[in-house]
């Protein structure tokens, strides 16, 4: 209320005895409530967008802790009577999950540490040495870049079938060992690097591999980070690849095995299969929720290139 | 330079090169081949057929509905997306940490796996217990079909795509939005520039880069869609959300038809390969005013 | 032209106040500058005036209105700005005439005028160029001309000059200095650096820490500083200040309590051929530089370190060295800065390192 005390001292004290005061002193009040109000429909809408976005979570949380005749009320209850903790067990129980977790883990760790080792030295090449050849080779990498998997996994799949690779962790693992995007990000960095920093390196008689690791490396950490981040996410949550790659559980990951849980427990058992649903996605979101900052910077600023 | 230094550059491209060659661009060609024969993967000899493969395809009328549901597909998708998260962005743009918060929560489902959000939505979307009809019912509307019923199906999957798609443009609008000095909004005050002047003679044009960017990447993440097709509808009802992708996965993995399918995937690569061809030439021609 | 009114202002950021209760009196067709190191103030003053940024309390005046509550577009205020936000998508002629475009000039008035003001800049031949394929100088020409089709009141500029290299600095200086003549329009500038505010302004504003330090003109801001501060703010080497209790047994005769006594360097006579009538200061030459035309000293002393400037003379190569300072090129703080009128040295008294004569 001061505010709006103040709003009408002002106009009454500027123009004593004006006869447009009591004009002045309604628009000055109309003001602070179309203020007022534009805040709260604000605040509204922001929250009506948060919901839009964590209602599903949280209904998948819901859903995931009630018994299947609970599932079929309608219109719907959000908080079950009693939670069924079973649900997750069972869940789990639909497949080997542990075995599923582990393939997860060997091939995203694997193909991650392959890229480190395969993008780091080609880009550095690439960004800092002149070689006969180095503008046609880098366009293949820039071909690979446009390439998505969609377009090629049907060729890919024979060749695989050819080397006996399908239903192996290899063949799951080697076409991703190196990265175009990850090149194409690191030469980047690499070539911001200034010269004088290396030929201050030189001068000091270090060695190439050395400059490369103690020095070159440390530098482009961010960037390096922020591929990392990029690549574990996107082959952890990768179904499209895996379930055209393999015919039989020996090298199948998570997802494959989340959404196998409708065939297993039949279809419209949405409670067992939203638990599922949960132990896949709650890891994420976590860490997601920890490194918010780091994540959303990494994914956004890497787009905008 | 000794023939150690000389050498040394193609050795440390080496290992990338040749995963590239074997897996990405030797596929390419190696399926270009296969979609000039008729094959079913299992027998040893390939039959020539030539463009018959080709032929076929186009004139089928379940690929032309394909053709179709993939393009009414990517048109609404990068429509909506890019141009609900251009208006997001304007709106969100803000430094307080509340706002952060929002971003945060818009921004998560880009980091889901599309298999967790295709059965979250495949549960929401379920006609008769699902939370989204009980959500239109508050409205006053009556219970829908969304992914059971062909002239419902795409759209469903439209709006799966959108709610998955608008964090991640919005974020990069955002980033976009804060890249204008703020010294720009200041002499257009002075001016005496009008919003809607300002929005649509400076800011448009100085995120039509980013604009271009994301709506590329949008389409060409649009054609390519399969994962919520081959978990929430396979391709149905009466193949209304049948696409491209999932075309070839059937007539590759289901029906073996590998030269078919092949022939397909060519067709696939001459869109998405046009499509890259605008975007970078778009990118040539928009002159980087930094 | 427009006489600029800034009575009691204040500005607070946050927790902080940058500014409390400034009052100063810019008069109508001056060439008006504020300086002062950064963080002073200075800008965040500029551009409360021209209302993009608004004071947490106090009145502007624009002649005989009070501008509080108008919004930067309608003050007929025009501002060239330090990084000349030139509108990257649009020509060299988009940009000068959007401002004309916004309100309402017709087509024909419109393109007079842009190619007036182009000529009179010599930007007539980029008119249809985008502002990053011209140079720095071209780009600042620009700014200038967007904000001259304008016919403002007042023409503010903030540091328009930091980002152009040393030659195209000197170069625009006198430019802006003709134009200002040529308009007569009220200009105020910003600056951080001493010598441009001197050489350009009739109006100098120093500002220390969000006050006014004094605002005078040039020659009365070198001859008669009213502070510390501004006493070393201006000139180059900066006058040399000598705390009181350095100078052992020096007496001086004074309405209030002495803490320094400073001269300027280029004051001090370097062993002199006659008697002068002031302070003698005996010191050893520590370095010695050769600008050619003058030669700067630092000379260490019992009464502490100290630089003397002298012009068209040969390098002094003797060691130790007599310094001579007039009395009335000597100035008198307060232990607060404050300067101290009407002081001066009581006569006939031996002082170590110095004597008086």
């Known amino acids: ?214 020095i070159m490396v440390p530098m482009v950490k961010p960037v390096l980070v922020t591929f990392a981040l990029f690549s574990f996410i996107a082959h952890w949550n990768d179904y499209f690849w895996p379930l055209v790659m393999t015919t039989n559980e020996t090298a199948r990951t998570l997802p494959i095995g989340i959404a196998k849980i409708r065939e297993v427990e039949g279809v419209g058992t949405w409670n067992i299969l939203m638990a599922g649903n949960v132990i896949l996605v709650a890891p994420i979101l976590v860490v997601f929720f920890l490194s918010q900052r780091q994540i959303i910077k990494a994914f956004v600023y890497n787009g905008v290139k | 330079m000794t023939l150690w230094h000389k050498l040394r550059p193609y050795g440390m491209v080496a290992p990338s090169i040749i995963i590239f060659s074997l897996f990405f661009i030797y596929p390419i060609f190696y ?9 079913n993967f299992i027998s040893p000899t390939k039959t020539f057929v030539g463009i018959q493969n080709f032929v076929d395809l186009l004139s089928e009328p379940e690929f032309r509905q394909v053709l179709s549901n993939t393009t009414v597909y990517t048109v609404l998708t990068v429509a909506l997306t890019t ?69 419902t199906s795409l759209i469903s999957l439209v709006i799966v795509a959108v709610w998955k798609g608008i964090g991640y443009n919005t974020l990069v609008f955002i980033a976009g939005l804060q890249s204008i000095p703020a010294d720009i909004y200041e002499a257009a005050s002075l001016d005496r520039s009008k919003p809607w002047t300002t929005f649509t003679k400076l800011i448009l044009p100085m995120l039509s880069p980013t604009i271009f960017f994301l709506v590329i990447i949008n389409m060409i993440g649009s054609f390519q869609v399969f994962e919520t097709i081959a978990i929430m509808t396979q391709g149905g009802p009466v193949n209304s959300t049948n696409t491209l992708v999932y075309y070839i996965y059937e007539y590759g993995f289901r029906f073996f038809k590998i030269g078919y399918a092949s022939a397909a995937g060519v067709i696939l690569l001459v869109i998405v390969g046009i499509l890259t061809l605008v975007y970078f030439k778009l990118l040539s021609n928009r002159v980087h005013y930094r | 032209m427009a006489r600029i009114l800034l009575k009691g202002i204040s500005k607070t950021f946050k927790d902080e106040t940058v500014i409390q209760d400034l ?24 551009r409360m005036v021209a209302g993009l940024e608004k004071q947490s309390g106090g009145e502007i005046w624009i002649d005989d209105t009070c501008v509080n509550d108008t919004p930067p577009g309608m003050r007929d205020v025009a501002m060239v700005f330090q990084n000349y936000a030139l509108y990257p998508t649009m020509t060299v002629r988009g940009n000068i005439e959007f401002g004309l475009k916004n309100r309402g000039v017709p087509r024909n008035e419109r393109d007079q005028l842009v190619k007036d003001i182009s000529e009179i800049v010599g930007l007539a031949p980029f008119l249809d160029k985008k502002p990053q394929s011209l140079s720095g100088g071209q780009r600042q020409r620009v700014a200038l001309a967007r904000a001259m089709v304008k016919k403002p009141k007042v023409f503010i500029l903030d540091e328009p000059l930091s980002n152009l290299d040393a030659k195209l600095r000197n170069q625009m200086r006198t430019e802006l200095i003709q134009l200002h003549k040529r308009l007569g329009t009220t200009f105020v500038y910003v600056t951080h650096d001493q010598v441009e505010a001197m050489s350009m302004g009739d109006e100098i504003v120093v500002m220390n820490k969000g006050a006014i330090q ?14 510390l501060f501004t006493a070393q703010f201006i000139g180059t080497p900066a006058m040399n200040i000598m705390n009181l209790q350095d100078m052992k047994g020096l007496d001086i005769r004074s309405d209030r309590p002495v803490g320094h006594v400073g001269f300027r360097p280029e004051q001090g006579i370097l062993n002199p051929d006659r008697p002068v009538e002031g302070l003698v200061l005996k010191g050893e030459i520590v370095t010695r530089e050769s600008l050619g035309a003058e030669n700067i000293y630092q000379i260490r002393s019992e009464a502490g370190m100290f630089f003397v400037k002298t012009f068209l003379k040969p390098l002094e190569s003797a060691d130790t060295v007599q310094v001579a300072i007039p009395h009335d090129q000597l100035y008198y703080f307060g232990k607060d800065g404050g300067r101290v009128y009407g002081a001066g040295l009581q006569e006939r008294l031996l002082v170590a390192g110095g004597a008086v004569v």
């Open chain 3, 214 to 227: 004094q605002a005078d003109s040039p020659m009365k801001l070198y001859q008669d500083p009213a502070n």
């Open chain 2, 83 to 151: 141009g609900l998260s251009l208006l997001l962005a304007l709106w969100l743009n803000r430094g307080h940490f509340l706002y952060g918060i929002v971003q945060g929560a818009i921004f998560s489902p880009h980091i889901i796996s599309l298999v967790s959000i295709s059965l979250l939505w495949s549960w929401l979307m379920d006609p008769e217990y699902g939370l989204l009809n009980w959500v239109i019912g508050l409205f006053g509307f009556g219970k829908l079909q969304w992914l059971s019923h062909p002239s």
């Open chain 1, 1 to 214: 209320m001061k505010a709006a005390n103040r709003a009408i001292e002002g106009p009454i004290r500027a123009a004593a005895g004006s006869p447009m005061n009591g004009v002045r002193t309604k628009r000055a009040l109309l003001r602070i409530i179309m203020n007022v109000v534009l805040r709260l429909v604000n605040a509204a809408g922001l929250l009506l967008l948060v919901l839009i976005f964590a209602l599903p979570f949280i209904w998948m949380l819901s859903t995931s802790l009630k018994t299947l005749p609970e599932t079929m009320i309608f219109p719907p209850e959000w908080i079950p009577s009693h939670p069924v903790w079973k649900n997750y067990i069972d869940a789990w129980n639909t497949g080997p999950f542990l075995h599923y977790i582990t393939n997860s883990v060997i091939i995203s760790v694997s193909i991650l540490l392959l890229q480190m080792l395969t993008i780091i030295p080609a880009s550095y090449a690439f960004a800092r040495y002149k070689f006969a050849g180095s503008g046609f080779l880098f366009s293949i990498v820039m071909v690979t870049l446009m390439i998505p998997s969609q377009l090629i996994f049907l060729p890919v799949y024979l060749e695989l079938s050819a080397f006996k690779l399908l239903n192996t962790h290899l063949g799951l693992i080697l076409p991703f060992a190196s990265s175009a995007f990850g090149i194409f990000l690191l030469r980047q960095a690499f070539r911001q690097i200034s010269d004088e920093l290396i030929e201050a390196a030189r001068l000091d008689q270090a060695k190439e591999w050395k400059i490369i690791a103690r």
């Open chain 2, 31 to 39: 399926m270009m081949y296969l979609s000039l024969f008729d094959w």
């Open chain 3, 23 to 46: 009052n100063l009196e810019i008069k109508d067709g001056s060439f008006t500058v504020l300086v002062g190191p950064s963080g002073c103030g200075k800008s965040t003053t500029l």
